[in-house]
């Protein structure tokens, strides 16, 4: 559950070479939440499903030579090869940059390379509110952790942090939108990403209606 296209300033990190590809996964990571409850169900589900089990591994399997094996790397490479000699041989001028398409071409925007993985991002409707870990001693534990000090530039300063909790302490959830409707843009973004590195911390919950009433 990363912070939706809001990592294009970790993706510019790392094509300029500010960031190495290590540090921005390290940084990515911070801002990527895990449904605890979800990944255990579909854990258990697999451990008491052999069928399923065998299922799945045969078509990873078919998949991975489909898809990887040198025969098909090999003739992919080939007609990538072909296609460009093509190029070369027709084009009078640089092709525009396309729409969309990173500024470097040898350095594409890993948070659009991946995006398809999250099973979720925020948004405007995101529900956001403080679970029981949210409690002093256990901001400063994490927030002291080395780990956690990874993408510490693009999240709020620890007091901020700290109002924002006990802004989320209440009965009722906060939508994103509405804490994101008094604070500049530099702070909103700050925000989205300290919202979703507190859902992997698991100091807040992030979710809908339905999950919150659960």
């Known amino acids: 559950m990363p912070p939706g296209g809001l990592a294009s300033d970790l993706a510019l990190a790392h094509a300029i070479g500010v960031a190495n590809y290590d540090r921005y996964v390290g940084c990515m990571s911070q801002f990527t939440a895990v449904e605890v409850e979800a990944c255990a169900r579909a854990y258990q589900r697999l451990i008491e499903d052999p069928a399923l ?56 925007d890993p948070t659009a390379i991946f995006g398809h993985y999250a099973s979720g991002t925020l948004r405007p409707d995101t529900l956001i509110r403080a679970t029981n870990w949210a409690q002093p001693e256990r901001l400063k534990e994490i927030q002291s952790s080395a780990m956690n000090t990874l993408g510490k530039d693009f999240l709020y300063p620890p007091k901020e942090v700290a109002e924002l909790i006990t802004r989320l302490s209440v009965d009722e959830p906060a939508t994103v939108q509405s804490l994101c409707s008094n604070v500049t843009v530099a702070q909103g973004r700050a925000l989205l990403y300290t919202l979703v590195w507190l859902a992997k911390m698991g100091v807040v919950e992030v979710g809908d209606m339905d999950q919150m009433a659960r």
């Open 53 to 108: 089990r065998a299922e799945m591994g045969a078509s990873g399997k078919a998949r991975a030579k489909s898809l990887f094996d040198w025969s098909v790397v090999v003739r992919a490479y080939q007609k990538v090869w072909n296609e460009l000699a093509e190029v070369r041989e027709k084009a009078k001028e640089l092709c525009p940059r396309a729409q969309h398409a990173p500024a470097n071409p040898l350095r594409d």
